[in-house]
């Protein structure tokens, strides 16, 4: 058994707190071979107010802290570790848990690959729309029906209102006016 040394834990050096805390995971794991006690009632044992022991576990725990003891002093493990010691059920539940994590690492894995292919997909179709808009903003066709109606759909702050329907309206009128001016020009002729 150590010696606590309160003084130096009250003072609050991360250092100190942390040997501690060290030590007293040791010690509990000794005491209980490193696995937790899953009948352990943290509410139940609050209301009893530890009085009332549990004597065929009292006897348990001594039991097996001196066959952990014995064990590690045998085997020269200064730390008071038994790390040879884990029970049927710990297995399964390490193996049910090491499992899960492979299949939730497999599946971050593959979400991360569809996300890098959807930035690219979406940088890719963002370039071409850019080079669309480099193009209609040229001065040879800045003022073509077309051009116009494509900056139309570009620039259109409302993704409620459909700007497709407002380009083949600006298109139609020009086409329309176009017509008419060459059948005026015609006239004239």
């Known amino acids: 058994m150590q010696h606590i040394e309160v003084n130096r834990l009250v003072k609050g050096r991360p250092l100190d707190n942390l040997e501690f805390l060290q030590w007293l995971k040791r010690y509990c794991d000794s005491v209980n071979g490193g696995i937790m006690n899953e009948n352990y009632d943290p509410v139940e ?11 065929k576990g009292s006897l348990k725990s001594s039991k097996s802290l001196q066959a952990n003891n014995l064990h590690n002093l045998a085997s020269g493990d200064a730390a008071g570790i038994n790390k040879n010691t884990v029970s049927k059920q710990g297995k399964t539940g390490v193996a049910a848990a090491s499992s899960e994590v492979r299949a939730l690492s497999k599946e971050i894995t593959d979400l991360k690959l569809s996300v890098d292919l959807l930035e690219k997909e979406r940088d890719f179709y963002f370039a071409k729309l850019r080079d669309i808009e480099i193009l209609c903003q040229s001065t040879k066709v800045e003022n073509h029906p077309m051009a116009v109606a494509i900056k139309k759909i570009l620039y259109a702050a409302d993704a409620k209102e459909s700007a497709l329907d407002e380009a083949q309206e600006f298109i139609s009128q020009s086409v329309d006016n176009g017509e008419t001016e060459e059948a005026n020009e015609e006239e004239t002729d």
């Open 45 to 55: 044992r609050r209301l009893k107010g530890g009085k009332e022991r549990n004597l």
